[in-house]
């Protein structure tokens, strides 16, 4: 079944691509730019604080750059599992575990 969508869609559905691809791109850049920077670093860094602001745990630059990572890969997952759902391929989440 062929599934017609408005131009009004249309527009909005780009427009959310874009917003998409942007934000994907800009955690992209942030990423590269942690790796450049986790490399400057002392070896151990604060890398949590308490409610007071407290340093409770100190830890390997490269501990952030592994969060740094974490958003590209989830930005890019959901333009992966939004492409299928539009291709109109069943996305069941069991079949990932």
């Known amino acids: 079944m062929i ?3 408005s131009e009004d ?8 691509s874009v917003f998409w691809l942007v934000f994907t791109i800009l955690s ?4 590269v730019v942690l790796f450049y920077v986790c490399r400057r670093l002392p070896e151990k860094v604060p ?3 308490n409610f007071a602001m407290k340093i409770d745990r100190y830890g390997s630059p490269w501990e952030l ?3 740094g ?4 890969l989830l930005f890019i997952i959901r333009r992966f599992i ?6 109109g391929h069943e996305i ?3 079949d990932f575990l």
């Open 9 to 16: 869609e249309e527009k909005k559905e780009h427009k959310l």
């Open 28 to 31: 992209i850049v942030q990423a």
């Open 92 to 94: 069941n989440p069991a």
């Open 47 to 49: 890398v949590h604080f």
């Open 69 to 72: 990572i974490t958003t590209p």
């Open 3 to 5: 599934k017609q969508i």
């Open 65 to 67: 750059a592994v969060l």
């Open 82 to 87: 939004h492409f299928c759902s539009a291709e």
